[in-house]
């Protein structure tokens, strides 16, 4: 079929595509066996979700060839029934769940949803209610209503999930204190510093004493308890929890891991906030840097520190330069997420009016973790 150019390599000879007339001739042939069509499309379905990472402390998204896959999968599946989905079959639980954190990573809130549920419906069939697997899909389902704004909502999510990991788990368990973190953090985005304080205390002994002061985790707490810090005003004190989180994270991961640079982008954001511009500019860069470098020009935590820095430079009456890099962002958001992103309106709003509003992106390191 090469010789005939219905199908062709890919440039790095590990992908293919095929012409479309195969796709049609394919298509037809299944028509007229449905049985035949469902069993194919659930094939393709674990073969695509099992190409799919399950993103921890020390793995990177490949944000990219997950934004290939996307379209692969809904084509997928326009051909399988939906009652099929949710069967207690142990392959497409999974499955459902990881397509439910790849949407949920790029914003795409409301497939996320329609994916963690029906990877809830498997998995309250063959595990129960309390199951630590059904436990972890109820989690994310929380973090959706997290990333939305629904803090209460998220908050009863969390709290289901928080219960049973301490009836399933123990307190110390690191998805109990997973949870435990998620939670501190709405109360932080809700301006209850003084109750996320007391979360991320306990929750960084735990940590601590079940994982180990210099833990990817652990220090990821430290990351959050620094950004609390940082709101309430106390700036200096933030530094140096970024500090101890920044030494440790680049021993453990390295200096150009996302989450060691998401700690040296919140650092250049007290910079700015103290009126150290120059300062605040050569830390950006610094994440800049190393996100274009680990994650691409148009990932979301690359196009955050774009936006910072128009901001920066807006605070510094360069205000052409300043446009250039918001409508750099703002591009780079559009086709990362869509026009009805969160990201992008905040974009538009702050290119429209920086000076007064003052908005910022602000990494929030492991708060939302699948």
């Known amino acids: 079929m090469f010789s005939y150019s219905l199908l062709r390599r890919g440039s790095n000879d590990d992908s293919f595509s095929i012409h479309p007339l195969v796709h049609s001739w394919a298509r037809l042939r299944l028509k007229s066996e449905p049985q035949k069509e469902t069993e194919k499309a659930r094939e393709a379905f674990e ?3 099992s190409g799919l990472k399950s993103v921890g402390e020390q793995i990177m998204v490949d944000w990219v060839f997950e934004q290939q896959v996307i379209p692969h999968m809904n084509a997928v599946c326009k051909h399988i029934a939906p009652q099929f989905l949710v069967l207690s079959i142990i392959k497409i639980q999974e499955g459902a769940s990881t397509l439910g954190n790849v949407f ?3 914003g795409r809130y409301k497939q996320a949803m329609e994916w963690y549920e029906r990877a809830l419906a498997g998995r309250e069939r063959a595990f129960g209610v309390g199951h630590p697997v059904t436990l972890g899909t109820v989690h994310d389902m929380g973090s959706v209503f997290h990333k939305q704004g629904q803090y209460e909502k998220a908050l009863e999510w969390y709290g289901r999930a928080l219960a049973g990991y301490e009836n399933a788990l123990g307190v110390g368990h690191r998805d109990t204190l997973r949870t435990a973190n998620n939670m501190a953090s709405i109360f932080c985005d809700q301006g209850q510093h003084g109750k996320a304080l007391e979360w991320y205390e306990r ?14 985790s652990t220090l990821s707490t430290v990351h959050n308890m620094a950004l609390v810090f940082d709101r309430q005003g106390q700036h200096e004190k933030a530094l140096e929890w970024y500090e101890r989180v920044l030494a440790g994270k680049g021993k453990a991961l390295g200096v150009d891991h996302p989450s060691t640079l998401s700690t040296v982008h919140n650092m250049a954001l007290i910079f700015e906030k103290q009126g150290q511009y120059q300062k605040s500019l050569e830390w950006y860069e610094r994440a800049l840097a190393g996100r274009e470098k680990a994650l691409g020009v148009d990932h979301p935590d690359t196009l955050g520190t774009v936006h910072n820095m128009a901001i920066v430079f ?20 559009e086709k990362a997420l869509g026009v009805d992103h969160p990201d992008v309106r905040i974009t538009i709003l702050t290119a429209n009016g920086a000076r007064h509003l003052n908005i910022h992106l602000i990494e929030r390191e492991n708060i939302l973790s699948f």
Request: glycine share 10%; hydrophobic share 35%; charged share 30%.
């Open 203 to 216: 929750i960084l002994a735990g940590k601590e004493k079940a994982l180990g002061v210099d833990h990817p």
């Open 47 to 49: 073969i695509i979700a």
């Open 104 to 106: 949920n990573r790029h």
């Open 314 to 333: 807006d605070k510094q009456g360069q205000y052409e330069k300043s446009l250039e890099w918001y409508e750099r962002a703002l591009a780079g958001y």
